[in-house]
């Protein structure tokens, strides 16, 4: 069967490029496992963070703000995003990494502001003050509702005229005579353009249709839930960091999600906790508050594939016209998905990034996936 465009991936990535580019091409959306956003999406614990990331992974944070909180009507029943809140904590050793979150005050209108040791107890009571020194405070990072979001974009996309498939692997990928062709589950699809937004295998799928790797390394990130602490609500604590520590601890649904952090490089596949990240987690949250850690209710791990340079890649490869990729977004995919999506649909359809990207200082050549191959 012939299309315009195939799209291998429907996790956050590949789903928000099918929703900017559905209705102005003919698009089929495949997916290899009967979920789509089984293995990265579905296990995300995202956070609306923009301050988070080095300068393009911010860019594209801040581009997707007014989509997130505005979405277009009929797009969710319920808010893509809540208000939330993050506290982080420093000591004495520690200053300058919460000096480079200060400096960020103000960008995309994004507010970080310095607060007293007991304004920060007064928020999440349960933190340890012994050694602590100063603290400050981002009032606008925000819940985000990663089911809602990937939803909206799969519905908009079947709306909007989309195909999607699942059960469909690739296991082959061809290009003869100006078409792409993927062989997909148990069929055969054409298309002139094909985007890789594969994730943690984007580099597999290149290698199917003969391209080299860009170096794309998925890394495991733990996560676990825990009750919250006797006589203490939690519903309305922020997001809790230490200025120098990887490690987090979040409210949700009146219970503690919490990770350590940790991004330790491993092959694609389906990705499970391991005990000793475990161990380290219970470990930081004794550390750092009051709570002692005396059952876990649940715990999971996910995959976030970062680039060598940690910017999401973008673009058409360099050595294979027509092979598009949407890969490399780390652990910032379900903030970015909806302003990295349109900027692919807009380098794909009008040759250039969206007028509000490129003001943040974004490039196509900062994307793109030829930086990666010089």
């Not at 606008?140 to 909007?160: P, Q």
């Not at 996910?302 to 058409?316: I, S």
Request: hydrophobic content about 40%.
């Amino acid at each position: 069967m012939n299309f315009d465009i195939v799209i291998i991936g429907a996790g956050i990535s590949g789903a928000g490029a099918g929703y900017a580019l559905a209705g102005q091409r003919k698009i089929l959306l495949l997916e290899g496992e009967a979920q789509p956003g089984y293995h990265s999406t579905g296990r995300s614990a995202a956070v609306y963070e923009p301050n988070m990331g080095n300068a393009t992974v911010r860019a594209f944070n801040i581009a997707s703000g007014p989509f997130l909180k505005a979405p277009p009507a009929g797009f969710a029943e319920a808010p893509l995003v809540t208000p939330r809140g993050e506290l982080t904590i420093c000591d004495g050793e520690n200053r300058p990494a919460l000096d480079r979150l200060l400096a960020l005050d103000g960008i995309g209108g994004n507010r970080v502001r310095e607060i007293s040791l007991d304004e920060a107890a007064s928020l999440v009571p349960v933190i340890r003050r012994e050694g602590m020194r100063w603290a400050a405070y981002e009032p606008g990072v925000m819940d985000m509702d990663v089911h809602t979001i990937h939803r909206g974009y799969l519905k908009g996309f079947a709306s909007r005229g989309g195909k999607l498939r699942c059960d469909a692997p690739v296991t082959r990928i061809e290009r003869r005579d100006g078409l792409w062709r993927i062989d997909a589950g148990s069929e055969t699809v054409t298309a002139p353009l094909v985007i890789n937004a594969a994730g943690a295998w984007a580099d597999n799928v290149a290698a199917l249709a003969g391209l080299s790797p860009l170096g794309l390394q998925p890394k495991r990130r733990t996560a676990a839930i825990l009750p919250p602490p006797e006589a203490y609500d939690v519903r309305d604590w922020p997001v809790l960091g230490v200025a120098g520590d990887e490690a987090y601890m979040n409210s949700q649904s009146g219970k503690l999600l919490a990770s350590p952090g940790d991004e330790t490089p491993v092959e694609p596949q389906d990705v499970q906790p391991e005990e000793m990240d475990v161990a380290v987690l219970v470990d930081w949250i004794e550390r750092r508050t009051t709570i002692q850690v005396r059952r876990i209710e649940r715990r999971w791990a996910g995959l976030r594939t970062f680039a060598p340079d940690n910017a999401p890649v973008a673009g058409e490869d360099p050595a294979a016209p027509g092979f598009w990729w949407l890969a490399g977004q780390g652990g910032y995919g379900i903030m970015m998905s909806e302003s990295l999506g349109r900027s692919q649909a807009a380098l794909i359809l009008k040759g250039e990034l969206p007028q509000d990207v490129r003001a943040l200082g974004v490039t196509a050549e900062v994307v793109g996936p030829g930086r990666l191959r010089q």
